[in-house]
């Protein structure tokens, strides 16, 4: 049996997975990373994307809109400012989360703008690759 880390991942709204993981696929900010037993100890951000945990009886995938996640030798925490199971996911659900987005982006000061710009594209890609 491959070796597992614990894998846990929280919004500001609930606890929304705990278990042991074989890998966990973070979409960082800097660049996608796969988690795995041995990994370096890293703190990395998080881009809107999915972030999907494989343990040895189960996989979960959930769409993520930014947060952070830690790699340990004891695991990996994600802490996820917005986070939905691929499973619940809808278009009516991606659709506000880019309605979001683009208002956070309205109201952007000067020097977040092109940030905030970036999120709404980056939430528009998501939308297309779950393709609701």
């Known amino acids: 049996m491959a070796a597992t880390v614990q894998f846990d991942l929280v919004s500001p709204e609930k606890r929304l997975a705990s278990f042991q993981a074989v890998e966990v696929q973070i979409p960082g900010t800097d660049g996608d990373m796969t988690a795995m037993a041995g990994h370096a100890s ?20 959930f769409a993520v809109t930014g ?6 030798a004891g695991g990996v925490s994600v802490l996820a400012e917005q986070a939905v199971a691929v499973a619940d996911l809808s278009g009516t659900v991606l659709d506000q989360m880019i309605e979001q987005a683009r208002e956070l982006a309205s109201v952007a000061l ?23």
């Open 67 to 72: 947060g952070f996640a830690e790699i340990t």
């Open 110 to 132: 000067p020097e977040d703008k092109d940030a905030a710009e970036k999120l709404v594209q980056d939430m528009m890609a998501l939308r297309q690759h779950v393709n609701h």
């Open 42 to 61: 890293t703190i990395t951000t998080l881009r809107p994307g999915i972030l999907k945990a494989v343990g040895s009886d189960q996989t979960q995938a």
